[in-house]
């Protein structure tokens, strides 16, 4: 039934009240205080009644429908959260694929950075051991030409090195 509809009927008093609402789905709970329904004349005399009971049946409409959209909205926001996680889950799985990557080349990076460390001091030993052969070298040199073959300063030469 149109929401025109409804408010055409519930606008006129010549409704029958519980009618309507067992036709919209409403109970026809009729309390302490609800009179059995009247004739045309003893209807008249409840005209405040039913304005009433007309009133409290658009209040229950409202707060129906008032309920319907707000469990709409939650749905919908539901939904967004789900989506919303959903591609936070995708983004964490890009960013850990990633992190893998970056962890593996940092680890070879520091493999071959130690291997070129081990290099570098070995090659500095090499270094400081062709230094000391050249010094004696120059020493031998030094000694042979000073002394004629000078066997002191030889002898000295090889205890320095």
């Known amino acids: 039934m149109a929401m025109a509809g409804v408010h055409h ?19 026809t709970e009729v309390g302490p205080a609800d009179p059995p329904p009247q004739d045309t004349t003893a209807a008249a005399a409840s005209e405040p009644e039913d304005d009433e009971r007309l009133r409290r049946l658009r209040r229950k409409i409202s707060n129906r429908e008032s309920a319907r959209r707000s469990r709409a909205r939650k749905q919908r926001h539901l939904d967004e959260l789900r989506v919303k996680a959903a591609t936070l889950r995708a983004a964490n799985r890009d960013i850990a694929a990633r992190l893998r990557g970056v962890s593996a080349r940092a680890a070879l990076v520091s493999l071959t950075n130690a291997r070129l460390r081990a290099e ?5 030993r090499r270094l400081a051991a062709a230094r000391r052969a050249l010094v004696l070298r120059q020493l031998y040199a030094a000694a042979s030409a000073a002394t004629g073959g ?12």
């Open 9 to 27: 009927l519930l606008s006129d008093p010549a409704v029958d009240l519980e009618a309507f609402l067992a036709d919209i789905g409403f109970g």
């Open 150 to 161: 000078g066997f002191e300063l030889q002898a000295l030469a090889s205890l320095i090195a």
């Open 120 to 124: 570098a001091h070995a090659l500095a």
